[in-house]
């Protein structure tokens, strides 16, 4: 559904990108992992048209997005859950996830659409359900994190672009989005583009994975795969294996 | 149906092209950042990671040949640390050295799961009863088709080389179903059945995997007849994996050849050349998912073509004509590679210097057989008999333990051995495959 040939990205004058291609299936989950810096981030905002590639190639749905501005790709069906769980603090609950559907009911069927997507948000977050009312700067971190998707799920999004959602959360809540990560891929089919540092989590998550590093692709294989990588281990599980960190 | 990884083995063309260009570009970046081969060999020719930008520039890479594996020795190819490699092979090369091929973890299985597929392809299943009689130790034969039955749940019998009649009580008793030989093997079980009174028909066998050396059509109807069983041909290359890079399938008209794993190319081996889809050449292959010993263009020197036609059984990988014959003075005898160059030098290393020889090679019944013959000359004069047998006897085992293959060696009189314009043939194999 989603097919990444050969992007160069660039801030200012420094290359975050190299090269990269990708692809995406219908219904995967896909994670990509890399260490601060590496482009991980970039290639998300290149997706969604934040930052757009100098050079290079995206599809989506045989559709060439490269040089569309970030709202035409919404509309198509790309949403970004950015990194830091950007939420409308001042709103409640509900009107941030109404705000999310400011699209969907613009395009896609009015408010009795947007109703159903809400329920189906709160469905998967119950927490947040119980919260509708409260102001969203109120919630927790996690809750914040589950609000952030919800929001981005309100567009009904067939790719849904999650950058770091794990970040500077507690273990348990960590388990909690995740779960919630996989069934939305199980349930909805919903194609998943995962940023992650935590990438042991991410990778028991996903079907498929690719390392990016200092902006270049340096693996693309099954999460299995790269759960058993010797360089994912070192690199990227954890330095405690000191053992494999001496090279 | 007989397929065991559909997702990739059946991928549409267009997405294992993207699937491909992926994974190449990813390898490349590795194998630069890794192996110091390929780092010098990218910044001498002004090469970066960059230009790869579709398939068709992989032209723009540099071949990687024996020679370069050879002066890599032993573990300059490797691209992880060496505690990360899992298992170490060898293949042979064209010296007294041999090149090594590690593995690691993942290549492990990867290779079991390669394997698994031409297995499956074969029609092999968890029900079969496979017997291995191909060599354990530094070969990758046996081992690869280890893996993949073991993969499939297939039962496996490890009987290694030789011991013929044991191998057929073994299969007698042990109702074996598919039996994993050379061609030339196949056919000694054969006749020493008919000796013995055993009749094939008698015994449980409905595949033979055979593989390791070229083998015609001909030889595969008369094991066929012969053993009552479908006979059936994979390709491995040991510089890359060992069996697991490409198989038949059920309709038999060209070896699969695992795409996602292996980028395929045929190059006119004597200008090197890329030469479009169909054209006869050598076979080049790019490792895709190696960990431990990524290689880059590898030119294998067996000779074939690719066939991109989507094939009746499904599989949408190209299919590579059964390799013939090959572009450089390899020997495959009895299943095992043998370079002249390596008789050469232990020929001439036992001697002391050069001498004349010639390397005979040619089949009794179904057996290859390997011979040098060296004209008698100064250097090698014995007068005492005790001497000269124990010279041809050092010669024996030097180029025995060199190549890993029987050999018998003569010497005859001097200007005794065919000459054309002053000059011996070295080679002369009298086999009619």
């Known amino acids: 559904m989603l097919r990444i040939k050969n992007i160069n990205t660039f801030y200012g004058k420094a290359q975050a990108l190299k090269n990269v291609s990708l692809h995406l299936a219908q219904g995967e989950i896909v994670t990509l992992i890399g ?101 969203a700067g109120t919630l927790s971190g996690g809750q914040q994190q589950m609000l952030a998707i919800g929001r981005a ?44 540092q935590n990438a042991k989590a991410a990778l028991k998550l996903a079907h498929r994975g690719y390392v990016l590093e200092n902006g270049r692709m340096i693996l693309e294989g099954s999460a299995a795969e790269l759960l058993e990588n010797k360089d994912v281990q070192r690199a990227y599980l954890g330095k405690d294996k000191k053992e494999i960190w001496e090279r | 149906m007989n397929i065991w990884d559909a997702a990739h083995e059946c991928m549409s063309r267009d997405e294992l092209e993207q699937l491909q260009l992926e994974r190449l570009q990813a390898v490349v970046n590795r194998a630069y950042k890794n192996v110091k081969h390929y780092r010098k060999v990218f910044n001498d020719q002004g090469i970066v990671a960059e230009d790869i930008r579709s398939l068709a520039d992989l032209t723009r890479l540099p071949f990687t040949t024996k020679e370069d594996l050879q002066r890599n020795y032993p573990y300059g190819m490797f691209a992880v640390p060496l505690r990360e490699v899992v298992r170490i092979h060898s293949a042979s090369g064209t010296t007294s050295k041999p090149i090594v091929v590690g593995y ?15 297995m499956t392809a074969a ?38 080389t030789g011991n013929t009649d044991k191998q057929i009580m073994i299969m007698q008793d042990y109702k074996t179903t598919v039996l994993v030989s050379t061609s030339g093997y196949a056919l000694a079980l054969a006749e020493r059945m008919e000796e013995l009174g055993v009749d094939p028909q008698s015994l449980s066998l409905k595949i033979g995997l055979f593989g390791g050396e070229p083998w015609s059509e001909k030889m595969r109807a008369e094991i066929e007849s012969r053993l009552y069983l479908k006979a059936m041909d994979n390709y491995g290359v040991s510089e890359v994996l060992g069996p697991g890079v490409a198989g038949e399938c059920s309709f038999r008209k060209g070896l699969h050849i695992y795409e996602d794993a292996f980028l395929p190319e045929i190059i006119d081996p004597e200008t090197g050349r890329t030469l479009p889809p169909g054209a006869e050449g050598e076979l080049v292959l790019t490792t895709l998912i190696r960990e431990a010993n990524p290689v880059i263009r590898f030119r294998t020197g067996d000779i074939t073509r690719l066939d991109y036609a989507p094939c009746e059984c499904g599989r949408t990988l190209a299919r590579m004509e059964r390799v013939a014959r090959r572009c450089d003075d390899l020997l495959i005898i009895r299943g095992v590679n043998v370079y002249p160059a390596q008789i050469e030098e232990a020929l001439f290393s036992a001697a002391g210097g050069e001498i004349p020889y010639q390397i005979v090679v040619d089949r009794k019944g179904a057996m290859d057989s390997l011979s040098v013959v060296m004209e008698v000359t100064e250097r090698i004069f014995f007068t005492d008999l005790q001497k000269q047998k124990a010279f041809l006897e050092a010669v024996r085992k030097r180029i025995t333990s060199v190549t890993g293959i029987q050999v018998e060696v003569r010497l005859v009189e001097a200007q005794s051995l065919p000459r054309r314009q002053g000059k011996i043939q070295k080679i002369l194999d009298k086999r009619n495959i």
Not at chain 1, 92 to 102: H, I, K, M, Q, T
Not at chain 1, 162 to 170: K, Q, R, V, W, Y
């Open chain 1, 153 to 196: 799920l309100m567009a009904e999004p067939k790719l849904l672009l999650l950058d770091e959602p794990s970040m500077g959360l507690a273990p348990m809540i960590v388990q909690e989005i995740f779960r919630v990560i996989a069934a939305l891929s199980r349930e909805n089919k919903t194609t998943i583009l995962l940023v992650e």
């Open chain 2, 104 to 118: 690691t973890k993942n290549d492990i299985k990867t290779w079991a799961n390669l394997a698994a597929r031409f």
């Open chain 2, 123 to 160: 029609g092999v299943t968890h029900d079969d009863v496979i017997q291995i009689t191909f060599r354990y130790g530094l070969f990758t034969g046996a081992f690869g088709i280890h893996y993949g039955a073991e993969a499939i749940g297939a039962s496996v019998i490890p009987m290694g």
């Open chain 1, 35 to 135: 260490a601060n810096g590496a482009g991980k981030t970039t290639l998300l905002n290149s997706l969604s048209g934040v930052v757009p590639p100098r050079s290079g190639e995206i599809l989506f749905q045989n559709v060439p997005i490269h040089a569309l501005l970030p709202h035409q790709i919404v509309r198509l069906g790309i949403s970004q859950v950015a990194e830091g769980r950007q939420v409308f603090k001042p709103f409640s609950v509900d009107d941030n996830l109404e705000l999310g559907a400011y699209l969907s009911r613009k395009f896609l069927g009015g408010k009795d659409k947007a109703r159903q997507k809400k329920e189906f948000v709160y469905h998967l977050f119950p927490q947040l359900h119980e919260r509708k009312n409260q102001l």
